[in-house]
């Protein structure tokens, strides 16, 4: 699996106990994740995974997990920067248009499912 520091609001991620990967987890909502994220980016970390992966809308599950860089770098990655913005709007447009109610707790545990799966795939 390849390095990286995983920032979620993802509850199963608690649990991952990879050698490669520093899980940080925080009880916020995926709004506050991203502009977590971006403060991270802007710190001089580099986005390894898309902010919104999945073809599930931004306002349809609560669970979100960026993979930043392990180590900040010597300078802002405009790149990283340019994507954590675009999806920052993006999300807050999402979010605008329609807010999705709280699921079910069975729902919400596949969402979980989702976006973990989503993320270990892409370290491989």
């Not at 990286?4 to 649990?15: Q, S, Y």
């Not at 919104?52 to 010597?74: C, D």
């Not at 999300?91 to 976006?115: A, C, G, H, S």
Request: without cysteine; glycine residues 2%.
């Amino acid at each position: 699996m390849k390095k990286g520091m995983i920032i979620t609001n993802n509850p199963k991620f608690k649990d991952l106990h990879e050698k490669n990967l520093v899980v940080e987890y925080h009880d916020i909502s995926a709004q506050q994740l991203l502009l977590l994220v971006r403060d991270y980016v802007h710190k001089n970390h580099i986005v390894l995974t898309h902010p919104l992966h999945s073809s599930l809308k931004p306002n349809e599950t609560p669970y979100r997990s960026v993979v930043i860089s392990n180590q900040a770098g010597s300078k802002v990655d405009f790149e990283s920067v340019q994507l954590i913005e675009s999806a920052i709007t993006t999300y807050d447009k999402f979010l605008n248009d329609k807010q999705v109610e709280l699921r079910e707790e069975y729902i919400l545990k596949d969402y979980q499912t989702i976006d973990y799966d989503l993320i270990i795939k892409a370290m491989e």
